[in-house]
């Protein structure tokens, strides 16, 4: 989290000067669909017989957005996609790490969000922006298998939630032309604590939090 923060305060340092060069900024609906890697955090995984530490792989981060720019201020709704692959599960109760873990125990998140950007025009094609946004994120953890150097086992059960999420970003879009611009951004995406298998003895629960980048296309009409 703090060095999310840094990130998000360097990037708007970066971009005060731009505001002395402000140009008038067109406004109008636009619609963007960006492609993007996921880099989440390690993870503590926990009940009341669980206590695992799991590491993951980098995954992929997909989604689209509509919205309208009314200027200085973009309000949008966006909806995407997060995947990311366990690549490492450490049992802190019983001192037993698990790897090699199977493709098919990724973590998917299907995120529902809300953002609102600040952008700070100014008289080059390049316009900086900042901002974050409020949703729900719906989790689905497949089940993982990992393997210990005797036995390979299914760590976690698989298991689906869907909670509240934030996020906060930062970006610079570069206009190609009136209509068309391509975004490159910076995400901090947070969830709010899951709980999967509640109905069952196995229940466990995880927080998801993961920084992401992502290469967008932004068509404004």
């Known amino acids: 989290m703090k060095k999310c923060l840094f990130v998000f305060l360097a990037l708007a340092t970066l971009a005060l000067p731009s505001i002395s060069m402000a140009t008038?900024?067109?406004?109008?609906?636009?619609?963007?669909?960006?492609?993007?890697?996921?880099?989440?955090?390690?993870?503590?995984?926990?009940?009341?017989?669980?206590?695992?530490?799991?590491?993951?792989?980098?995954?992929?981060?997909?989604?689209?957005?509509?919205?309208?720019?009314?200027?200085?201020?973009?309000?949008?709704?966006?909806?995407?996609?997060?995947?990311?692959?366990?690549?490492?599960?450490?049992?802190?109760?019983?001192?037993?790490?698990?790897?090699?873990?199977s493709d098919s125990g990724g973590l998917s998140i299907i995120s529902m969000m809300g953002n609102a950007f600040v952008d700070i025009h100014n008289q080059s094609p390049f316009t900086p922006y900042l901002g974050g946004g409020l949703g729900f994120a719906a989790m689905t953890l497949n089940d993982t298998l990992g393997s210990t150097p005797t036995q390979r086992v299914i760590v976690f059960q698989g298991g689906d939630d869907t909670v509240f999420a934030w996020q906060l970003g930062a970006?610079?879009?570069?206009?190609?032309?009136?209509?068309?611009?391509?975004?490159?951004?910076?995400?901090?995406?947070?969830?709010?604590?899951?709980?999967?298998?509640?109905?069952?003895?196995?229940?466990?629960?995880?927080?998801?939090?993961?920084?992401?980048?992502?290469?967008?296309?932004?068509l404004k009409f």
């Not at 503590?44 to 992929?60: H, I, L, P, Q, T």
């Open 24 to 101: 008038q900024p067109d406004r109008g609906a636009y619609v963007s669909g960006f492609l993007g890697l996921t880099f989440p955090n390690d993870a503590d995984v926990k009940s009341f017989n669980v206590n695992d530490k799991m590491e993951y792989d980098v995954g992929s981060y997909v989604g689209a957005t509509g919205g309208y720019d009314f200027g200085w201020v973009r309000t949008e709704g966006e909806l995407s996609y997060r995947r990311g692959n366990p690549s490492k599960v450490n049992d802190r109760l019983n001192g037993v790490t698990y790897d090699k873990l």
């Open 171 to 218: 970006g610079v879009d570069y206009n190609i032309t009136k209509m068309f611009s391509v975004d490159l951004g910076y995400r901090f995406f947070s969830t709010a604590t899951a709980h999967f298998n509640k109905a069952s003895l196995a229940e466990y629960d995880l927080k998801f939090q993961s920084h992401n980048l992502a290469l967008a296309l932004r």
